[in-house]
């Protein structure tokens, strides 16, 4: 009985704890040309290191805004048609982040222009 009490009070003082962390920091792709990031939940005022990987690495250093967040451009990156894009982020506090494999540029060329409807000439 002792040790089902204890057990239960020591749940209840560690699970708020564990949720008042915050959510996991996150990194994503918001425009392709130029090559454009996105962190969330860093730490405000964190200095985070973005390594970058297309058909080769860039890395650039920013700091994160107050709320955590960061944007960041790669300007001169070449992305061939249809490249993979991964990337990572990492936080002087050890924060992390990483932006699952993308691709850009996989459009079929069969689809452009846009098609239109079909016109009659009745």
């Given amino acids: 009985?002792?040790?089902?009490?204890?057990?239960?009070?020591?749940?209840?003082?560690?699970?708020?704890a564990a949720g008042a962390a915050g959510?996991?920091?996150?990194?994503?792709?918001m425009d392709a040309k130029p090559?454009?990031?996105?962190g969330d939940n860093f730490r405000g005022?964190?200095?985070?290191?973005?390594?970058?990987?297309?058909?080769?690495?860039y890395a650039r250093t920013v700091n994160a805004r107050s709320d955590g967040s960061f944007t960041i451009e790669f300007p001169n990156t070449t992305l061939l048609r249809c490249a993979r894009i991964t990337a990572s982020a990492r936080g002087a506090s050890g924060t992390h982040a990483a932006l699952p494999t993308r691709r850009v540029f996989c459009t079929s060329e069969r689809v452009h222009p846009p098609l239109?409807?079909?016109?009659?000439?009745r």
Avoid: D, H, Q
């Avoid at 009985?1 to 708020?16: E, Q």
């Fill in 45 to 57: 005022g964190e200095r985070v290191f973005v390594v970058m990987r297309t058909n080769r690495p």
């Fill in 35 to 38: 090559l454009t990031l996105r």
């Fill in 1 to 16: 009985m002792r040790a089902a009490l204890l057990l239960g009070i020591l749940v209840a003082v560690l699970v708020p």
């Fill in 23 to 29: 959510p996991a920091p996150s990194l994503r792709l």
């Fill in 116 to 121: 239109l409807p079909a016109v009659s000439n």
